[in-house]
């Protein structure tokens, strides 16, 4: 299994700011993903992160408000820009093995825009 | 295109009962299939996880689950639910290689567990 570190766990951020989350992995994994999780809704696949490269993004989500970056095997950051209300919601971080079957998950950074 | 349903978005079981949660799924190929739970403040946990093989899959914490491929459903059962089973529950699918990524995930079923 893989322990997964999410900082900050929580936000509270003013509009038109941007916060950016990090992701650390306890051992090195091949994939790791950015999800989001709007109040009440199940969760959105926002994009692979890949490393050394520019990261796939799903549709509905683009580069500009959602920069991510995955320098090593180990660590992601996720990059919510120019906040709105319409933002807050919870940002998970998962990560899965090249062949591996399960995908584990942080526990999450609540963002609340006002 | 994948989709997953989760027909009932709350349930309230007496402790001691047995649980059914219903899942139902869109996917094109065979299905990478998984139970996660989230208690409130945590991460997602997995359950289980159907590939192929045996179509009753169990899991964690005395879950199992049934995949029936005539009916396009994997459904997840628990005989006698404890208070601490209460959490949030999302069935989801699996499309991509390896199944692990690309998960697409229900609406939630919310588990209330009263004495």
């Known amino acids: 299994s893989a322990v997964i570190s999410q900082k900050p766990s929580r936000d509270i951020c003013q509009r038109g700011t941007s916060l950016t989350i990090q992701c650390q992995v306890d051992?090195?994994?091949?994939?790791m993903f950015w999800y989001r999780q709007q109040p009440g809704q199940s969760l959105t696949l926002i994009a692979t992160a890949n490393q050394g490269s520019e990261a796939t993004y799903e549709s509905g989500f683009v580069i500009d408000k959602f920069p991510i970056s995955r320098p090593n095997l180990t660590f992601s950051t996720l990059t919510v820009s120019n906040m709105s209300p319409e933002d807050s919601s919870i940002y998970l971080c998962s990560v899965a093995a090249l062949m591996n079957t399960e995908a584990f998950f942080g526990q999450g950074t609540r963002l609340t825009v006002v | 295109a994948q989709s997953v349903t989760q027909p009932d978005i709350h349930i309230t079981v007496s402790e001691g009962a047995s649980l059914e949660l219903r899942c139902n799924y869109s996917?094109?190929?065979?299905?990478?299939l998984f139970w996660y739970v989230q208690s409130p403040g945590q991460g997602l946990q997995l359950l289980l996880k159907y590939f192929s093989g045996d179509t009753l899959v169990q899991g964690i914490k005395g879950f199992e689950a049934e995949f029936k491929r005539s009916q396009s459903s994997f459904n997840l059962r628990k005989p006698s639910v404890h208070w601490s089973d209460a959490a949030e529950y999302f069935c989801a699918v699996g499309a991509g290689l390896t199944g692990a990524n690309n998960l697409f995930f229900g609406t939630g079923t919310r588990l209330t567990v009263i004495p």
């Open positions: 051992s090195q994994v091949t994939m």
């Open positions: 996917y094109g190929a065979t299905p990478y």
